[in-house]
Each structure stands twice: as C-alpha cells, then as structure tokens.
C-alpha cells in the first residue's frame, strides 16, 4: 500500500489496517489518520467507508462466472456490453425466482427453528 501515493492525488486512504500496525508506523499523516478514526469506532467506520461491499460485488461475480462462463464470446464493443447485460438481467432473475420459491422456505425454516414455533403465515 503506498500511503504516500494515495494521500498525495487527494484520495481518501480507506483499507483496513493490520491489526499489528500503529498509529506512527507509516511515518505519514493520512495513515495517522486513518489508524485514529478506525480505533475509535470500527463500526462507524466501515459503515462510512463501505467496506466489505467489495466481498458482496466479488461473490456476484464469481456466481456469474461459474453459471456463465468467465468470457463472453462477442467480439465487438457493443455486442459485448449486449451479452454482458444479458448475463446480468440473467442472474438477477435467477435470483428473484430463487427468493420466489426456494429462497422463502428456507427463510422460513430459519424463523421456525429460532422460535420453535411456527410464523403466522407460513406453511413450512
């Protein structure tokens, strides 16, 4: 990570430090910075920064790649953006109807098992 780099262009240094790291030991004060803001309230912090967003984009991805296939087969620009919207629209439904039918049993067997009891409204 090059702090130096990042704090220099104007950006906003937003990785999680190592939890061996100090406040001094980058010698920079965008890294101070940073150590100071996530020691205090890690929470706050993440949920400012978005982290762990990139996690969710990555599993998205790979979902797509496995389903899919990890190229697309057209060769000019728009026909490419045209197979990738295609992919996209693809999986969101995939999803949708996974949360239609499969999705929402499981959802409620989870609720079923944390109460003991049935939901009202739910025939698991």
């Known amino acids: 990570m090059d702090v130096f780099l990042i704090a220099d262009i104007g950006a906003y240094l937003a990785i999680e430090p190592k939890s061996t790291s100090s406040i ?8 101070g910075q940073l150590m100071r803001e996530y020691r205090a309230d890690l929470e706050e912090w993440k949920r400012v920064h978005d982290y762990g967003r990139r996690s969710l984009v990555e599993t998205v991805f790979g979902m797509m790649k496995l389903r899919y296939g990890g190229s697309l ?52």
């Open 24 to 31: 001094n030991s980058r010698s920079h004060w965008a890294y």
């Open 73 to 124: 087969s057209s060769r000019e620009g728009m026909e490419r953006r045209r197979e990738l919207l295609i992919k996209v629209v693809l999986h969101n439904i995939e999803r949708l109807d996974f949360l239609e039918s499969g999705g929402r049993w499981f959802i409620q067997q989870d609720l079923v098992g944390l109460s003991g009891q049935s939901v009202e409204g739910c025939d698991a």
